[in-house]
């Protein structure tokens, strides 16, 4: 039931950053909701391995390399999904600080 929650969640923050953030675009309700399921397979599998390879740099950064991380896994799962495009890093950067202020709220309102 939390995974439908989440999916949710993350296909409406989609659509609102599509919304508010030029650059970011995607085409439907539909593409919205695999660009989530996409991007939650990439945050379940692949995200566990780049933050094992990527931690001395994110300590130095102090946490701050992990935008970056966020942003190319982000940027990696609009390459995957037809009708999901991020034209420049930026934007993804972007897209990924407000998936991440989303998810914060999203883990805050669950533990209420």
Known sequence: MMFLFRLVINTAALLGIAYLVPGFHVDTIWTA????????????FLRPLIKILTFPITLLTL???TIVVNALLLWLAS???????????????????????????????VKK
């Open 63 to 65: 946490g701050l390399f």
């Open 33 to 44: 909701l695999l660009a989530a399921v996409v991007l939650g397979l990439i945050n379940a």
């Open 79 to 109: 390459s995957l999904v037809p009708g999901f495009s991020i034209e420049t890093f930026w934007v993804a950067a972007l897209g990924a600080i407000i998936l991440w202020i989303v998810s914060m709220a999203t883990n805050w309102l």
